[in-house]
């Protein structure tokens, strides 16, 4: 397999937005990833004026909904906040959402506006939970699909699966300790595929701010990893 992009989700009010410019100039593969939730501000997920301002800056970004966020499009049909994040800058969508205990979902009607909104990545979690109700290998490749056993707890990886027919990515407890174990597993796989690792608790400080430090030893490594298949 051939990693193509890393995500690191969780960028927040902290970060210094010219330090992740830089990195993202230095290191053009990496993918910042915004959580939305319905408590902005707190922790892991920045106030609306901060992501105005990552917008406006040019970083490179994913929006990662959870709670409400995640809801609206897949239990009420509403894709409003979908449309107008595309519409913002924002490159693709991550809907974290765990269909065994959600209520009342409709993934149909999810699907029906992918298609129609093919330039609209939308990233579903593969798990346990998700894999009793949905067919992963059926989801049309409009879709990305995202291996997370973890769910941003920091559960480490312990098998890398066969990547999907769609853009497949790979998360679970990925710090700068184990990625180049990690990575190197996925490189030296005989599978031909494209795929992207996701990180988020194995690059936060012991207070959950974001650590640049380690930010930049993970794109470090991953650019060796990267540069492996050229």
Not at 7 to 22: F, K, Q, R, V, W
Not at 28 to 39: D, N
Not at 163 to 171: A, R, V
């Amino acid at each position: 397999m051939e990693i193509n992009k890393i995500t690191i989700t969780g960028i927040d009010n902290s970060n210094d937005i010219p330090e992740l410019l830089e990195l993202q100039k230095q290191y053009p593969f990496v993918e910042w990833g915004v959580l939305f939730a319905s408590k902005p501000g707190k922790d892991r997920y920045p106030l609306p004026h901060v992501i105005e301002d990552f917008l406006t800056a040019g970083l490179n970004l994913s929006a990662h909904f959870c709670g409400t966020w995640a809801k609206e499009p897949i239990e009420e049909g509403n894709f409003d906040y979908l449309t107008a994040i595309f519409k913002e800058g924002f490159k693709r969508v991550q809907l974290k959402y765990n269909f065994d205990r959600g209520k009342g979902w409709e993934l149909t009607r999810l699907i029906k506006w992918s298609k129609l909104n093919d330039n609209c990545p939308l990233i579903l979690q593969c798990n346990k939970s998700n894999l009793k109700h949905v067919d992963f290998k059926k989801i049309p490749e409009s879709f990305h699909i995202l291996y997370d056993s973890s769910g941003g707890s920091g559960k480490e990886i312990k098998k890398l699966e066969k990547p999907f027919k769609n853009y497949t990515g790979y998360s679970g407890g990925i710090s700068p300790f184990n990625i180049y174990s990690i990575g190197l597993q996925i490189t030296t796989s005989t599978n031909k595929s494209k795929v992207w690792l996701d990180m988020e608790s194995g690059v936060r400080d012991d207070k959950d701010k974001l650590d640049l430090s380690k930010v930049r030893k993970i794109l470090e490594l991953s650019e060796f990893l990267i540069n492996k298949n050229v």
